[in-house]
Structure formats: structure tokens, C-alpha cells
């Protein structure tokens, strides 16, 4: 019921006529996928040597017993931006992912675990809500959905070696997490912030 609330919330606080350019969804204008085998395609990565959040972590990381999966919010707000998904190949946009929302929103997580984060085709904040979510908006989200899944699943084959798991998230892409949880693994939800890794559904 709460999760359907809080739908609910974000919906009609969004649902204001704000203009946006925009256009219509083509395939062909997707932005290329992220390869998770490569530490460049990770915002923040224990095995990466990055100061802007080695700094935050005041024990050892090999020390940390537990993971945390950190999902940042969507940074594509530009009103004159009429993309639907975030370029990874663009430099300066995952310079704004490391210096906004890994510096002040993931390094609250620096010391309950090792930080993973991946880079993802994040959606335009244009696509939450009507008329865009409906001409676009949805089949930007699927991308963004879909990175982020399976950077999650890479990440439990290749990194995790069963370690606890914190997913984290902030603001509009706690909704990919909720979706994500409830359609694929199992787990428990504590409001606001983070989900409890528990296991694959079987």
C-alpha cells in the first residue's frame, strides 16, 4: 500500500505542465549500452583509485563486510534536452554523476560497505510523467531499467562472492528499485532509501 502511495505522490507532484523539448522515441537513437566487464563503465567501483570517494571511507575497504549497490538519481533535467536517455559516451555527464550525486549522496553509504555503482542510460526527468511518459517516456525508462539490472547481475557473479548486500537509491530511481526487487529477487524493503539484498528467486 505504501509503495502505491508514493506512486501516487510522485505522480501528481509531477503531473504540473512543465515544457520540454522533446521528440519522438527512435531505436536507432539509443545511446550505445554499457560494457560492465570494464571499470569505466562504473561511477564508483572498490577497485577503481578515484579521490572523489576514497576520501570518505575511514577504515580499509577490504575490511567492509558488506556491499552497497547505489542506484544515483536522474541527472538529465535539461528542459531544452530533447534526448531520452543520457550518453555515455559524454564525458562531461558522468564528470556531473561522480561530482553530484557519488560525492554528496553515495559516500553516505562509505563506511556500511564497498560502493558499487554503475554508470546507466538514465532517462530525461521529462519521461515521469504525462504527456511524455506515454510518448517516449516508458521506452526510455526500459533502457534505463535494463542497464541497471544488468549491471546488478554482473555484479553478483563477478564481484559480490556472497557478501551482504545493501541496494541504495535516492528520489525518482527508488522506483527502478522497487520494480526491480518485486519482479526479480527476493528481499526486504526499508522505506525511504534501501532494499536487503536476501537472494535470487528460485
Not at 24 to 39: G, Q
Not at 103 to 117: L, M, P, V
Request: proline share 4%.
Amino acid at each position: 500500500m505504501r509503495i502505491q502511495l508514493f506512486l501516487f505522490c510522485l505522480i501528481f507532484i509531477y503531473s504540473c505542465k512543465t515544457k520540454y523539448a522533446t521528440k519522438d522515441f527512435v531505436i536507432s537513437e539509443i545511446p550505445s549500452s554499457p560494457n560492465y566487464s570494464k571499470l569505466e563503465s562504473w561511477a564508483a567501483h572498490p577497485n577503481k583509485n578515484d579521490s572523489v570517494i576514497d576520501t570518505f571511507y575511514n577504515v580499509e575497504k577490504n575490511d567492509l563486510r558488506a556491499d552497497i549497490f547505489y542506484i544515483y538519481p536522474t541527472l538529465l533535467t535539461d528542459k531544452k534536452d530533447n534526448s531520452w536517455n543520457s550518453d555515455l559516451n559524454n564525458d562531461n555527464h558522468k564528470q556531473m554523476v561522480k561530482n553530484i550525486a557519488i560525492k554528496y549522496q553515495a559516500t553516505a553509504w562509505a563506511n556500511a560497505g564497498k560502493i558499487y555503482s554503475p554508470f546507466y542510460r538514465q532517462v530525461h526527468l521529462r519521461s515521469f510523467y504525462e504527456p511524455y511518459t506515454s510518448n517516449g517516456g516508458i521506452k526510455a525508462g526500459i533502457i534505463a531499467y535494463n542497464d541497471i539490472k544488468e549491471a546488478f547481475i554482473y555484479y553478483l557473479k563477478h564481484f559480490n562472492n556472497g557478501r551482504p548486500i545493501i541496494l541504495a537509491s535516492f528520489f525518482w530511481d527508488i522506483i527502478f528499485c522497487i520494480k526491480f526487487f518485486l519482479d526479480d529477487f527476493n528481499c526486504d524493503f526499508y522505506w525511504n532509501w534501501a532494499f536487503i539484498y536476501k537472494s535470487p528467486k528460485t
